[in-house]
């Protein structure tokens, strides 16, 4: 049986990317025939196919398009629409425009356009709507699709290649504790509050307590990037804060190892998966119990309600490094977790599972 | 199923959480810090966003990626993304018209929302959408090629004559050219004449360049020795550290083991004291010392000046210094015995807590006027010949020392009667001794010779 992976982009370290290349590799050991199609690919290490030669390439109505729905491409749905072969959904979740309204109207476009395919990928019919999470397949079943067609599979990722690096500490910061957060520079990454929990945190008995933050911002949201430095300013955290934008691979595994937790407040996740890079690498967490959160982290993190403010979180800081027990227990209960739904041997045994009870093989 | 107690039960630990959230949150707002007034900041892009209104002509004359940046700049008040910038760029280089991009992007879902004018933009996106529909856009095209006509002639002539100028220019660079050529040749021409002066260099050349290659070779060679001296100096390192971590774990258990036992000598030594004293209150108590030490005190003043300072070592509870003060003496008292102390600070007398031994030792030579002595402190032969050793020393001539043997059980057993006090005190070599009995306590009074 022929696999066609589509998306909309590949790149190296992209979340997206990671999974289709992890399902690619699944599929391949399963004994399919499987085939990246992307308009935009750099830095893969395997053909990369125009799409405009998916249709060509699939040989019978048998054979299967995996589209990695997570943006807005009018191709890929006219493609599907068109196509006689069988079509699988792979959604990844679209972020709400709400959440860049006050930053970037790009943004906003791009997420409305994103989001406004969903009714017409939801009126496709297709054989199956794979979400990263339950929380993502909401967008489907609550426009009509039926859940027989619907199944969870955690996204593909590269935790692994993540584990198996040595740290390079030279720029991670000392904290007591080191707090860690990992993400884009988003609106819908709450960043501002993250840094009023810290404020919190630090006037709770913990002076020396330090904040990292390992991840980009695109100049695009550079209004937001500025409105987490005036954060940053008018609470006085000036010395309690590091950012690194271009973090390499060894320079985030060491930030895994040296923190005492990972602090991840964001509104919006179709899955999160830092906090199966934490759970894996023994970094316990402390989380808000937003979108798809609560269940990519389960029980392994101290998960509070959205309307937790900074003093519940900062408390929850406090109490999480000072207690090596609870420190210990959701260590333990992260690593088996990660053991048991994340690891990539269970991916690959979900999705093969997925595909025999669709009638895929 | 029973939860393991030695697990954290997570929910009454969220609860202790809110409890201290909700303390830390009644006691204080959080830190804010009043930001210094920024200057109004200039856009760093150079996206000039509050502007909404073009002309087409503004935005067509670029080409290619400037072209493509700008109109996102203008039109989508960003810079291009890689993916619409590589497409657009693509439509470009297959013909389509700078009109139609800039219609793309304008009337695109993000292009909406941001709403930019762009003056006599729409009548021309419209034809040049026409132009590409099947059978309409054939005769669309006709149309507009017709339309354009004259324009199309005058960039025609335009064209012939821009590219007239450009052949003139053509045929002068050529010209230029052809000069610098020959020149070339000429240059060309004294080279091969140089030749075999050139090749004379190249052979030195060559030679120096086998040179730098051997001295290279041998740079190699030390540097491979050096680094196998490195290795050879980590490997021995290795071990050093090893015991250089040893030492220190061991200094550290010596160090621990010094701080208990010295705790737990502090400890004996308090219970000793206690011991002592108690024996002491219980001689008081059987038979008071009072009648005693008057008397033992009148004879001692009797041979000295009235206010005379008597240094009295190992003083016990004060109930000995306080008589001699009775008595119009002055006294320096010392004991080593914290709860004795104590006890005489409570009755209002004041005992130094030291070592009389060291005390004594301390004491310049002639200038103790009159000196008591404890019998306690005579621990055994070696102690109290190196006492009597160091009064005799530090008394002045003539002056009196009387030695007290008051505790019958006290741990100094070496002279507990007024026979061996008298016989020591003659063997140190002071005067003939007087004993001063009373019932069970005993004084010696000598002089020095």
């Known amino acids: 049986m022929r696999f066609a992976m589509l998306a909309p982009g590949l790149a190296p370290h992209d979340a997206v990317s990671n999974d289709a290349l992890g399902m690619c590799a699944a599929l391949r050991a399963a004994g399919h025939e499987v085939s990246l199609f992307a308009p935009h690919a750099r830095g893969i290490a395997e053909p990369v196919l125009d799409p405009h030669r998916i249709e060509g390439w699939l040989r019978s109505a048998d054979d299967c398009v995996i589209y990695h729905y997570c943006v807005g491409w009018d191709f890929a749905l006219a493609l599907l629409r068109r196509l006689r072969a069988r079509r699988i959904v792979r959604y990844h979740n679209i972020t709400p425009p709400d959440f860049f309204a006050d930053w970037s109207p790009g943004y906003v476009a791009a997420c409305q356009e994103g989001r406004a395919q969903l009714d017409a990928f939801a009126a496709l019919g297709c054989d199956l709507y794979l979400g990263d999470s339950p929380y993502n397949l909401e967008d489907f079943t609550t426009r009509g699709v039926p859940a027989q067609r619907c199944a969870v599979l955690a996204p593909f990722h590269e935790v692994e290649q993540l584990a198996g690096l040595a740290p390079d500490v030279r720029r991670i910061p000392d904290g007591a504790p080191l707090l860690l957060m990992v993400g884009r520079i988003a609106p819908n990454k709450n960043y501002l509050e993250l840094i009023d929990a810290l404020a919190a945190s630090v006037a709770m008995d913990l002076p020396n307590a330090h904040l990292l933050l390992i991840g980009k911002l695109d100049p695009n949201l550079a209004r937001y990037g500025e409105a987490l430095q005036e954060r940053i300013a008018m609470r006085g955290m000036q010395a309690h804060v590091s950012w690194l934008q271009d973090a390499n691979g060894t320079e985030l595994r060491a930030a895994f190892e040296r923190s005492r937790m990972l602090v991840m407040l964001s509104r919006h996740e179709g899955f999160c998966v830092p906090l199966v890079e934490a759970m894996a690498l023994g970094t316990p967490v402390v989380a808000l119990a937003t979108a798809a959160m609560p269940s990519t982290l389960g029980d392994a993190g101290l998960l509070w309600p959205e309307d937790a403010d900074a003093w519940l979180i900062g408390a929850s800081i406090a109490r999480l490094h000072a207690d090596d027990a609870l420190h210990a227990q959701l260590r333990a209960r992260g690593q088996a977790r990660y053991a048991a739904q994340y690891a990539p041997a269970s991916l690959a045994r979900r999705l093969q599972q997925i595909l025999a009870e669709h009638a895929f093989t | 199923m029973k939860p393991d107690p030695a697990t954290p039960d997570l ?70 993304d890689e993916g619409g910038a590589g497409l657009q760029l693509h439509l470009l280089m297959t013909g389509a018209d700078k009109t139609e991009i800039l219609g793309n992007l304008r009337w695109s879902a993000e292009g909406r929302h941001i709403g930019a004018r762009v003056r006599r933009l729409r009548l021309r996106y419209v034809l040049a959408k026409l132009s590409r529909l099947p059978l309409v856009g054939y005769p669309v095209g006709w149309l507009l090629a017709l339309l354009k006509l004259p324009a199309m002639l005058r960039d025609q002539r335009l064209l012939q004559a821009a590219l007239c100028e450009r052949a003139s220019l053509l045929a002068m660079a050529q010209a230029t050219l052809q000069r610098q050529l020959e020149q070339l040749e000429v240059a060309q021409r004294g080279l091969v004449a140089q030749a075999p002066h050139r090749d004379e260099q190249a052979r030195q050349l060559a030679a120096r360049v086998d040179a730098v290659e051997r001295a290279g070779a041998e740079l190699r060679t030390d540097l491979q020795a050096a680094a196998r001296e490195r290795a050879d100096v980590s490997a021995a390192i290795e071990p050093l550290r090893h015991y250089v971590h040893t030492t220190h774990h061991w200094l550290t258990s010596l160090r621990e083991g010094m701080v208990e036992l010295e705790a737990a000598a502090t400890r004996e030594q308090r219970r000793a004291d206690e011991l002592v004293a108690a024996l ?80 004594l030792a301390r004491c310049a030579d002639a200038s103790v006027i009159a000196l008591s002595l404890s019998a306690t402190l005579l621990g055994d032969a070696v102690t109290a010949a190196r006492l009597f050793d160091e009064a005799r020393r530090a008394m002045a001539d003539g002056a009196p020392l009387l030695l007290r043997v008051e505790t019958g059980a006290a741990p100094a057993a070496l002279v507990n009667d007024a026979r061996t006090a008298a016989a020591w005190l003659q063997a140190a070599g002071f005067g003939e001794p007087r004993t001063l009995a009373a019932q069970a306590r005993v004084a010696v009074l000598v002089h020095k010779r």
Do not use: C
């Open chain 2, 11 to 80: 929910e009454s630990i969220k609860a202790e959480i809110r409890s201290a959230a909700a303390a830390a949150r009644a006691r204080a707002p959080l830190p804010r810090v009043d930001p210094a007034p920024r200057a109004q900041a200039a856009a760093s892009d150079g996206i000039e966003r509050e502007r909404l209104d073009y002309d087409v002509s503004e935005l067509t004359g670029l080409d290619h990626g400037a072209f493509v940046d700008n109109a996102y700049r203008a039109l989508l008040k960003r810079n291009p």
């Open chain 2, 280 to 359: 002491v209150a219980h001689e008081a108590a059987q038979e008071s010392p009072a009648q005693a030490h008057r008397d033992w005190a009148a004879t001692l003043a009797q041979h000295l000046p009235a206010g005379a300072l008597v240094m009295d070592l190992g003083s016990g509870d004060g109930a000995w210094p306080a008589a001699l003060i009775g008595q119009g003496l002055a006294v320096a008292a010392v004991d080593a015995n914290a709860v004795l102390v104590a006890r005489a600070q409570a009755r209002g007398i004041h005992v130094a807590l030291g070592d009389p031994a060291a005390v």
